[in-house]
């Protein structure tokens, strides 16, 4: 009977503190979808109103009547887009050799490539901007796939370095002895097998191209070339000769821009797990 008190107990405090983590974890989001629908009446109202008593999706409408956001949000997915091929495209090739591979200075070349993690965006950004103004990249596209790459490949090559070290010797010998070259084994073979790790690392370097804000700041200046962390925080028009914050605009805005990512981390939530542990488990 005791056993049994003692389990309800535990199990209780599980589900609370579950419950709690919840709580804190998706109430931001929950406000921003409240006064995204909320009327701009009811933003500042007291006392508060956790659920809007007059619904509206006006701010969803001036937001996708915005221009300078539409055409962020085309900036942001060409950027996103490029950087995670990228990343795969050169990562994949990377990793392979550094995880099937025995070279000398290959524990070294790891080190290095992780070590390029550990210093924060801002203290290369002086470096980088004296390399997009050389290369005349400075206010383009380009120059966000470039920079964005220093954060999104180290991460790529480590992670997939681990899964393909994970892999079996014999999948390559079968291969060698039904005639494939190395480059057929890796691509037919090997590259097959590590879709789970490809999705998770090419999603999570899509969530970095599409947040970020550093880079995006400093490299481009016309709203042309802007993406849509710096359109939503460029979203305040000029009226009547003051300014006016619209905060119901800007959370409809962070929705919008939020939603394709949980749709993709919904989507791909198997691939995404089995990428993050196959690699701890060598084959």
Sequence with gaps: MKRTTNRAISRLLFYLVVAVILVYTLFPFYWAVRSSISPNSELFATPVSYFPRHPTLGNYRLVFENSQFVRALLNSTIVAISVTLLSLLIGTVGSYALGRFKFRGRSAVLYLILSMTMFPQIAIL????????????????????????????????????????????????????????????????????????????????FIQAWNEFIFALSFTQTPAHRTVPLAIFYFVPQTGGGFEIPWGQIMAATVVVTVPLVALVLIFQRRILAGLTAGAVKG
Excluded: I, K
């Excluded at 997939?160 to 002895?177: I, K, N, Q």
């Design 126 to 205: 002086g470096a980088l901007y004296t390399m997009v103004n050389r290369f005349h990249l400075y206010n383009r596209l380009g120059a966000l796939v470039l920079t964005y790459l220093l954060f999104t490949l180290p991460f790529t090559v480590w992670v997939l370095t681990s899964f393909f070290r994970g892999m079996p010797v014999e999948l390559e010998e079968a291969a060698y002895v039904d005639g494939a070259t190395p480059l057929q084994t890796f691509y037919r073979v090997l590259l097959p097998l590590a879709t789970p790790a490809l999705v998770t690392t090419g999603l999570l370097a």
